[in-house]
């Protein structure tokens, strides 16, 4: 069955650098999104993104974040300068339409230190 | 907030046996969904029921969609202990997001 793959599964980062994060969701998929969870917390909407480009994004998604899918098949998210409070669980989803099951990758665990 | 909340937050159970867990949210939806997560792993999509559905079985899962009361209920008929899980009711209110409760953990007693 298709799967949503995510890359790293594990990133170790010094606060203050950029991060990318990489997605490549299910290859028929056209809607694609960003979450995170934070440690024994909720899962939290990040963005969700369909035709090139943001349909809607969190509080949580300030100036530090951007998402780019760069050709016909990665998604990704960047942090350009990374916090603490960044360090989580980031889930990557796809959805073939809306009002359509989302499905998620395995996650990428980001610690920042 | 439209956030989902589960209840209960813990449920510990003797293999074989059903397990029931309850969801409610504050605004209209478009679906609900359910998902599994093992312990430090992803999201695994479990079912969806729209907004104009009742009832949805999938295998041993079970989901019911109540739209006057804003709840949802998934049953896990016959439990294994390959169903220890969290469990999450996600609602997607507009097509581009979902909004997750905080869970249930479901503990399968062998």
């Given amino acids: 069955e298709p799967e949503v793959t995510q890359t790293p599964s594990h990133q170790v980062t010094q606060m203050g650098q950029e991060v990318i994060l990489r997605c490549v969701p299910i290859s028929n998929h056209l809607y694609f999104y960003w979450y995170r969870q934070i440690l024994g917390q909720k899962v939290e909407f990040l963005v969700s993104f369909y035709n090139n480009e943001i349909s809607e994004k969190s509080e949580i998604f300030d100036d530090q974040f951007s998402v780019e899918r760069p050709d016909g098949s990665n998604f990704t998210l960047k942090i350009r300068s990374t916090k603490l409070e960044d360090s989580a669980m980031y889930f990557c989803a796809s959805s073939i339409g809306g009002n359509q099951p989302q499905h998620f990758g395995d996650g990428t665990r980001l610690s920042i230190l | ?91 997607d209110a507009n097509d581009y997001k979902l909004s997750f409760g905080a869970g249930t953990t479901v503990t399968v007693r062998a």
């Fill in chain 2, 1 to 91: 907030s439209q956030q989902g909340e589960e209840d209960p937050q813990a449920l510990s159970i003797q293999e074989g046996e059903n397990a029931t867990m309850n969801c409610s949210y504050k605004t209209s939806i478009n679906n609900l969904q359910w998902y599994r997560q093992n312990s430090g792993r992803g999201l695994v999509h479990l079912i969806l029921i729209r907004s104009n559905e009742r009832e949805k079985h999938s295998g041993r899962l079970r989901v019911t969609l109540d739209t006057s009361k804003k709840s949802s209920s998934l049953l896990i008929t016959a439990s294994r202990a390959a169903d220890t899980a969290s469990y999450f009711c996600a609602t």
